[in-house]
Each structure stands twice: as structure tokens, then as C-alpha cells.
């Protein structure tokens, strides 16, 4: 579904989606209520969400929908990015959207999707050592060694491990797999991201960037994260 108060927002994602395969849009709407009214008596999968909107925000909004529908925030102010991720959005899409960034939104949530199904066989963690954490997805067990570690995302009570070749998503909150990681460069930054301090590229006071990753830093992280990454380069420099 899409709920945005400007209709010509509404028109250009529902127009874009129907060049995306297996997307069917049950419905728009240009309010939060009506959306609500919606989403209560209908199983929906994924909201495009607008995030300014008269009388209830889509930020309220989204505090409201149930656990199993997935959003993808859509919005003209980048400000609203730290919040969105903080309620666990699939991601984040600034307007004008472009083609190509909302069908990556949207490939994500369905690979996410998938795995959230009752009857999708889980990942799990099968062990870990000092060197690296093991898992074990489609009948193989995958030995990701830390340092491979890019980052790691949370999604409910899932994560997504990210290296520069694959990703995988394994049933474990963000917290456990912190601490099973403990390593001093692997650093908390947000309610949903850990970042691997050595693949850090640059960085400012709301965003750290990994490559073509781009990780907001949750404001109740952000002194812990600035000390620990101090210290890394002072270790580095010894």
C-alpha cells in the first residue's frame, strides 16, 4: 500500500511498482487514519510510508502497523532517516525516487519477506571462536571470519550480516550477535547497526560510510562510537 497527502508522490511509486514483478498495490491512501482503517482488517506485506503528513506522521504510523508489515519510508527531508531505521524500516527513499533505488528497496524487503515466513527454514548460528562465527543456511554451514564483517543490520529478531561478497540473514537479535562478536573494532552505532570500525571509510556527525553503505549513528550512540573509533586509530598508530 502507499500513503502519501501529495497525490503526484502516490502516482509516481504506484507507476514505478507496476514495472516491479510481483508487486500488486492493494490500496493508497493520502492519510495516516484511513491507512490505518486499512491495515487493521487487510493482510498487507509492505507500506510505502511518507513521513510529513497532516494529523498522524508516518513515523506514528508506523509505530502502529503490525509486526509483520515491512516499510519503506519515502520522503523529501533526509533529517527523518535516523528515526525511520530507529523503527526498523526496510529503508529509506528520498523524493524525487528514481527507478533503480526503489526497485533495490524493494528486492530488499522481499528477500526479507521470504525469510520471515513461518515456514522458511531459519538460519542459525551454529558456533563461533575468537576468529569467526559459523553459520548454517540451505543444509551448508558458512564460516564468516570477522574480519569479512562489513556491518551488521538488525531487522526484528533477525540480522543481516554483510561482507563484500554475500549477505546472510540469521535468526538472532542485534544484541546477542554483539555478543558474540567481542571485538573491540566491531561497534554498536545505532538501535539496528553494528559497523566493523576497520572498514570504516569516512564519516560525519549523523552518517558512516562503508563503500556504498551509508549507516546512521543513533544520537544515544554517538559518544561511545566516537571514543571507541578514537581509540582504534591510536592503536592502529602504536
Known amino acids: 500500500m502507499v500513503v502519501d497527502d501529495e497525490p503526484l508522490a502516490r502516482e509516481g511509486i504506484i507507476s514505478l511498482s507496476r514495472e516491479i514483478p510481483h508487486i500488486d498495490i492493494l490500496g493508497e491512501f493520502s492519510n495516516a487514519v484511513s491507512a490505518l482503517d486499512f491495515i487493521k482488517n487487510n493482510e498487507v506485506d509492505l507500506v510505502f510510508l511518507d513521513i510529513q503528513m497532516p494529523k498522524v506522521s508516518g513515523l506514528e504510523f508506523a509505530e502502529q502497523i503490525p509486526e509483520q508489515t515491512l516499510v519503506i519510508f519515502t520522503t523529501a527531508y533526509s533529517q527523518y532517516a535516523l528515526r525511520s531505521y530507529e523503527l526498523e524500516a526496510i529503508d529509506y527513499l528520498l523524493k524525487p525516487i528514481e527507478r533503480e533505488r526503489l526497485t533495490k528497496a524493494v528486492d530488499k524487503a522481499m528477500v526479507y519477506k521470504k525469510f520471515l515466513l513461518p515456514e522458511t527454514l ?117
Request: aromatic share 12%; proline share 3%; no cysteine.
Open 122 to 238: 531459519k538460519n542459525t548460528v551454529e558456533g563461533n571462536s575468537k576468529e569467526f562465527i559459523l553459520i548454517k543456511a540451505d543444509r551448508r554451514y558458512y564460516k564468516i571470519n570477522f574480519p569479512d564483517i562489513l556491518f551488521i543490520e538488525g531487522l526484528k529478531d533477525y540480522v543481516v550480516i554483510h561482507t563484500k561478497e554475500k549477505k546472510l540473514i540469521t535468526a538472532m537479535n542485534i544484541k546477542t550477535i554483539h555478543q558474540k562478536i567481542d571485538l573491540p573494532n566491531f561497534i554498536r552505532v545505532s538501535k539496528s547497526y553494528i559497523v566493523n570500525g576497520n572498514h570504516i571509510d569516512s564519516f560525519d556527525h549523523q552518517t558512516i560510510y562503508l563503500g556504498e553503505n551509508e549507516i546512521p549513528i543513533g544520537d544515544v550512540y554517538k559518544k561511545d562510537f566516537y571514543l571507541e573509533y578514537e581509540k582504534q586509530i591510536l592503536k592502529a598508530n602504536l
